[in-house]
């Protein structure tokens, strides 16, 4: 029977990447993604600027939204101090299936919690299922016109906190371009653009970094 896409991901990273090291991880599936498959990773250029961001926030705990194989989730996991969390969320089960994978072959399943489910389902339940209170840091990289309504139920659902931050990926390509209206006309949040380019393409893309200011 024919393999898919994300199971020749993992396949790739099994061959190439080491156990336990996530660096390695990372690279393998770029690798596999410029010479072998297209696949919607945040990619190595633009995950160079997410690496920046997530460092300088140094979060204790982060909310990511759409794990797709767990490209982003194990490049963000691997950049957290210690005692720090990530959650993320995927409702496909066989994207789910195999991000699992990843996340153990990078050795972070002690890091990572990975919820199958849709995320308007579980931001609502997040308080009294995982005990977390505020997110210091959001990615959102799962449908693009779910971005906006999932902002405003974070906010709701009071997960945002003064100075919590927001790391949207594809607000070029393919555009969220109600969420950029939002967060750059809201006065609560200070928006700023890093252009950048569609993974492994040089079609212009970019990441849209919002503050919430309470
Ligand atoms: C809606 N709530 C959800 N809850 C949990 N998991 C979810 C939810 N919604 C989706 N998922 C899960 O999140 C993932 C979805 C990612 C979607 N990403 C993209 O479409 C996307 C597309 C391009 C792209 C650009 C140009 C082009 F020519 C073709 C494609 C580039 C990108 O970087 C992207 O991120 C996963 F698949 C889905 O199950
Ligand atoms: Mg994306």
Request: proline content about 5%; aromatic content about 8%.
């Amino acid at each position: 029977t024919q393999s898919t896409r994300p199971q020749r991901m993992l396949a790739a990273v099994q061959k190439n990447a080491t156990r336990g090291d996530p660096r390695s991880v990372v690279k393998a599936i770029d690798q596999f993604c410029r010479q072998k498959e297209w696949a919607m990773n945040v990619g190595d250029e633009k995950g160079c600027i997410l690496d920046s961001v997530v460092s300088e926030v140094n979060p204790a705990t982060v909310l990511e939204l759409g794990t797709y194989c767990g490209y982003s989730t194990v490049r963000i996991a691997s950049l957290l101090p210690p005692h720090a969390k990530l959650i993320t969320l995927e409702f496909n089960p066989d994207n789910a299936v195999i991000a699992r994978q990843v996340i153990a072959w990078a050795g972070l399943e002690d890091k990572i919690q990975l919820v199958e489910g849709a995320s308007g389902d579980w931001i609502p339940k997040m308080k009294e299922e995982f005990g977390v209170k505020t997110f210091d840091l959001v990615f959102l990289d799962h449908w693009k016109d779910r971005y906006l309504p999932d902002t405003k139920l974070m906010e709701e659902c009071g997960l945002l906190r003064k100075g919590s931050i927001l790391l949207a990926d594809n607000v070029i390509c393919p555009g969220t371009p109600d969420y950029l209206e939002y967060v750059r006309n809201s006065p609560r949040y200070k928006s700023q653009y890093f252009k950048s380019h569609l993974e492994y393409t040089k079609v212009e893309d970019g990441l849209e970094k919002s503050v919430f200011l309470g």
